[in-house]
């Protein structure tokens, strides 16, 4: 039985709604706030602000003992095939864990990943030691990672937030829609002489990795340099681009058991983070994931940091009716981690029906997902948070900063960074409190849940637990939901019309509706043909 | 009475949820989707894909010229103080009219803005000249702009855009938030002898404004360069930063009858605008917003653009209950036109009472905002617009593309454009028709309404068209709903509140919340004190 048919957890929601429950009056229960204050995984999780009591939270993770959700990502991690729609196991984990064998139809998974990852490590020391240069003879400066969705936007929000504290020996640069602008905009800063390519795609049959690919090979071709030197294919066995031979440099494996959006920590990730940062900075990465996944996987329900999180989605969207939540770093380095977890948020849980295929109601779907950093967010989406449609927000906050060169620029006393918190607290505050003085168009209603969530520093380390903090509050959604967190059938639709719409845009087929002809004709003549006389 | 409370509307929505009327069916009446297309401003509005039929459509206009809100548009373009909070005139639209004489309080709102604008083009045309230089002899070479919200998404998303087009004179560097990260990460590969600085705080006294030009005059004086050779202000008359002498290089004014998620066409931006691409580029963005001000006034509700999109927004949130919707650029340049879109449709209409002050129901309030760029977006958030909730989705693509240089690609003898296209419609079917035959797990409901607004070119000239198309399209939402889009007073309660936490992080004011301490001592000693032995 699904979590949100639960009757108990509906008649606390009706009880949470009177005024006596306001987050005004709960927030005053000091004890109630220590004992929603929880520390795990490297990770501090704020849930205060949460619309709840004590009662609601023992209640939630009640269920999730009862669901034994514990279990199931123990069953994930141990190489269970819990992708069950395509009978795949899920082993994110074991990327980041080389050490600790997990079998998957009689082979060591982690054995296999932690293959790939020492060649990673190899590769990447003779790029930045100039052991491997390009058809020139030029020592690599960049490199352009194609790829798209799971295969950019994981390694993007890692990239972008480890540069604010780890040199950067090769930058790295990403190209992912099929838009010939995109190309343009991210090609003409490059010299093909220096830049090495990596091409990433499972099957390699992607559209806009393909195209993409394409078009790279023609560039790097059309600069007088040879291809096969400069692009490297991240890919699965056997694939269209497993083939090293006269195409590319080298291939680094990646496995049908990590799909795309969780795979940051896998060869995806590792392979262009080694070469942007190395080795050491990678290893920490990966510590620091692998600490977080055993906190996951161990805690116990009523400690555990990405449970707990994911209960409060349960609560916020099942049972407050809340239809979105936001995701808000106060931290300009984690812009892409709001990103990141769209992705990984929206395309794990947009299902309508359960394993067993029973259907969701929509208003107990998963919610959607948005966010941008703190503070540019306060001076733009904030408005309808606090006056017009709530959304909980998770709040994200640092609390070591190394740059406190400008500690005089506050008149207050009051180093930035320190400013920045004062800001996200502020805001936090403001969220539950709302503002009951003042004229109409002031008053603001309060009551609306956040949560923070902090991270000590913004190394290595607290990057990895923050990223598998993400993946497992989201795998802890779908178990507690009772979805497949896993797959996306849903996107199958789209490519398998664009596939026809090709044919009519080839003209291999003639079109067979005028929706299609009329964008077809306009796009050969630049305009469309006047609806009517003009005015 | 606000158009939320209209039982004819109320009843057609509980039609159009019937079998009967799925997009399926809608999409097979040629006629219908033939009379849903339309052209004006010099932008093309594809509507077939919205849940309605011809008497929806024709009940919405008829609802929006019974509110007399294109009068309303026209009384705002006219000069009136019609952000009635705030007694002011709203008046963007003057901005790129400066020909036609708005009067305010006596004076010529469009004539203070045409001597601003020549002064801008002068000072730019010196910069490029070389006739202003760094006040260590340097032609400058980059624009730093420090702004934040309305002064920094406008122009950002005008400026990425253009960027694809036109060829640059000075780059720019945005800087907004308060995290020095920020401030670390955008000023670390600019030479301070060669940047330009603009400060752009209508009041100067934002807090990120305030701090950051603080953190940047230090950065130059550090380098020996002289802070007020290097700093632009633009700023309201009498701020305190309107104060050229030994402070800054020149004054740019800006107004309190242009609010600043409306300012893009404003000194805001024309100013990092013409210092980027030269007043040639900027006249003719200019031009482009005219234009489409022009058909927002002036066009019967049967053919307004902007006013047809605010009413299917009206009915998308009001009616079928969506509580959020989606645009989606496939145009790379204009992924920061999601950011722009999501601040002034969420800010401006994100308000809980109407003009009167009547309570707005939660479900009838304005919608939530966000987006990014296709095909990205197909392969992260889609997923759960197809199967899980859905949210009416804005397309929006461009028809010519000047970069066919890599046509053979595809396989498919389609250009990569014309295979960006594809998926575009693509999606677009596959959201209303759904998918009806495979396994439990590929099925999606479809009936999902989306549109499709097209632009020819991503020139300046229509830049500037779907500029004032956004902005008029978010006033009639907000004129329909009778709610005010030009005040913000919801974001108050958190600035106080910020105020007030500054002064216990100062320790001006002991700190009157166990809350507070928890995150102030943590910050002091980079952990939280363990709020239970360790496991």
Same mark, same amino acid.
């Given at each position: 039985?699904?979590? #949100?048919?639960?009757?108990?957890?509906?008649?606390?929601?009706?009880?949470?709604?009177?005024?006596?429950?306001?987050?005004?009056?709960?927030?005053?229960?000091?004890?109630?706030? =220590?004992?929603?204050?929880?520390?795990?995984?490297? @990770?501090?999780?704020?849930?205060?602000?949460?619309?709840?009591?004590?009662?609601?939270?023992?209640?939630?993770?009640?269920?999730?003992?009862?669901?034994?959700?514990?279990?199931?990502?123990?069953?994930?991690?141990?190489?269970?095939?819990?992708?069950?729609?395509?009978?795949?196991?899920?082993?994110?984990?074991?990327?980041?864990?080389?050490?600790?064998?997990?079998?998957?139809?009689?082979?060591?998974? =982690?054995?296999?990943?932690?293959?790939?990852?020492?060649?990673?490590?190899?590769? &990447?020391?003779?790029?930045?030691?100039?052991?491997?240069?390009?058809? /020139?003879?030029?020592?690599?400066?960049?490199?352009?990672?194609?790829?798209?969705?799971?295969?950019?936007?994981?390694?993007?929000?890692?990239?972008?937030?480890?540069?604010?504290?780890?040199?950067?020996?090769?930058?790295?640069?990403?190209?992912?829609?099929?838009?010939?602008?995109?190309?343009?905009?991210?090609?003409?800063?490059?010299?093909?002489?220096?830049?090495?390519?990596?091409? !990433?795609?499972?099957?390699?049959?992607?559209?806009?990795?393909?195209?993409?690919?394409?078009?790279?090979?023609?560039?790097?071709?059309?600069?007088?340099?040879?291809?096969?030197?400069?692009?490297?294919?991240?890919?699965?066995? %056997?694939?269209?681009?497993?083939?090293?031979?006269?195409?590319?440099?080298?291939? #680094?494996?990646?496995?049908?058991?990590?799909?795309?959006?969780?795979? &940051?920590?896998?060869?995806?990730?590792?392979?262009? @983070?080694?070469? /942007?940062?190395?080795?050491?900075?990678?290893?920490?990465?990966? &510590?620091?994931?692998?600490?977080?996944?055993?906190?996951?996987?161990? /805690?116990?329900?009523?400690?555990?940091?990405?449970?707990?999180?994911?209960?409060?989605?349960?609560?916020?969207?099942? $049972?407050?009716?809340?239809?979105?939540?936001?995701?808000?770093?106060?931290?300009?380095?984690?812009?892409?981690?709001?990103?990141?977890?769209?992705? @990984? $948020?929206?395309?794990?849980?947009?299902?309508?029906?359960?394993?067993?295929?029973?259907?969701?109601?929509?208003?107990?779907? =998963?919610?959607?997902?948005?966010?941008?950093?703190?503070?540019? =967010?306060?001076?733009?989406?904030?408005?309808?948070?606090?006056? %017009?449609?709530?959304?909980?927000?998770?709040?994200?906050?640092?609390?070591?900063?190394?740059?406190?060169?400008?500690?005089?620029?506050?008149?207050? %006393?009051?180093?930035?960074?320190?400013?920045?918190?004062?800001? @996200?607290?502020?805001?936090?505050?403001?969220?539950?409190?709302?503002?009951?003085?003042?004229?109409?168009?002031?008053?603001?209603?309060?009551?609306?849940?956040?949560?923070?969530?902090?991270?000590?520093?913004?190394? &290595?380390?607290?990057? %990895?637990?923050?990223?598998?903090?993400?993946?497992?509050?989201?795998?802890? !959604?779908?178990?507690?939901?009772?979805?497949?967190?896993?797959?996306?059938?849903?996107?199958?639709?789209?490519?398998?019309?664009?596939?026809?719409?090709?044919?009519?845009?080839?003209?291999?087929?003639?079109?067979?509706?005028?929706?299609?002809?009329? $964008?077809?004709?306009?796009?050969?003549?630049?305009?469309?043909?006047?609806?009517?006389?003009?005015?």
């Amino acid at each position: 039985m699904p979590i #949100f048919h639960d009757k108990k957890l509906k008649n606390l929601s009706l009880k949470m709604k009177e005024p006596a429950f306001h987050l005004r009056s709960l927030l005053q229960d000091k004890e109630r706030c =220590a004992a929603l204050f929880y520390e795990g995984g490297g @990770l501090y999780l704020d849930l205060c602000r949460q619309n709840m009591n004590s009662e609601v939270m023992v209640t939630l993770t009640e269920k999730a003992r009862e669901r034994g959700v514990r279990q199931s990502f123990q069953d994930m991690m141990a190489g269970l095939k819990v992708n069950a729609s395509e009978k795949r196991a899920v082993l994110h984990t074991a990327a980041r864990n080389p050490g600790a064998p997990v079998w998957v139809d009689g082979n060591d998974a =982690a054995a296999m990943l932690a293959t790939v990852l020492r060649k990673i490590f190899a590769f &990447a020391d003779a790029a930045h030691n100039g052991e491997i240069l390009g058809s /020139a003879g030029n020592r690599f400066s960049h490199v352009l990672v194609v790829g798209i969705g799971g295969s950019r936007l994981g390694t993007e929000a890692v990239y972008e937030a480890l540069k604010a504290r780890h040199p950067v020996w090769l930058p790295l640069v990403f190209l992912s829609t099929i838009d010939p602008n995109a190309f343009y905009l991210q090609t003409r800063e490059l010299n093909p002489k220096t830049t090495l390519v990596l091409v !990433v795609s499972k099957s390699f049959t992607t559209r806009e990795v393909a195209m993409n690919q394409k078009m790279v090979r023609n560039w790097l071709k059309n600069s007088g340099v040879e291809p096969s030197d400069h692009m490297i294919h991240v890919t699965a066995k %056997g694939s269209p681009g497993d083939c090293k031979q006269d195409i590319c440099r080298d291939v #680094f494996h990646m496995f049908e058991f990590i799909g795309g959006r969780y795979s &940051a920590s896998s060869a995806v990730g590792t392979l262009p @983070l080694s070469l /942007a940062f190395g080795k050491d900075v990678v290893e920490r990465f990966l &510590a620091g994931c692998r600490e977080m996944d055993a906190h996951a996987a161990q /805690a116990p329900e009523e400690k555990n940091l990405p449970l707990l999180a994911a209960l409060c989605d349960i609560w916020n969207g099942e $049972y407050l009716g809340f239809p979105a939540f936001v995701m808000v770093p106060y931290a300009a380095p984690l812009l892409f981690f709001s990103f990141h977890m769209q992705q @990984l $948020y929206m395309e794990s849980l947009g299902k309508g029906q359960t394993l067993s295929g029973q259907p969701i109601p929509p208003e107990k779907q =998963a919610m959607l997902c948005f966010g941008h950093i703190g503070t540019d =967010a306060q001076h733009s989406f904030f408005q309808m948070l606090h006056q %017009g449609r709530g959304a909980p927000v998770e709040f994200i906050g640092v609390l070591n900063s190394p740059l406190e060169a400008c500690a005089d620029v506050s008149g207050h %006393g009051l180093t930035p960074h320190e400013e920045l918190w004062s800001n @996200l607290l502020a805001q936090a505050d403001a969220f539950a409190l709302g503002r009951r003085e003042g004229r109409p168009e002031q008053l603001c209603p309060g009551n609306r849940p956040s949560s923070i969530l902090t991270l000590r520093d913004l190394d &290595a380390n607290h990057i %990895g637990r923050l990223l598998a903090y993400l993946e497992a509050r989201t795998v802890y !959604v779908g178990l507690l939901k009772d979805i497949n967190p896993f797959d996306q059938f849903g996107v199958e639709n789209g490519k398998t019309l664009a596939a026809d719409l090709r044919k009519h845009f080839s003209g291999e087929v003639p079109s067979s509706g005028e929706r299609v002809e009329t $964008y077809l004709n306009a796009l050969r003549q630049g305009f469309f043909r006047d609806q009517e006389p003009k005015r």
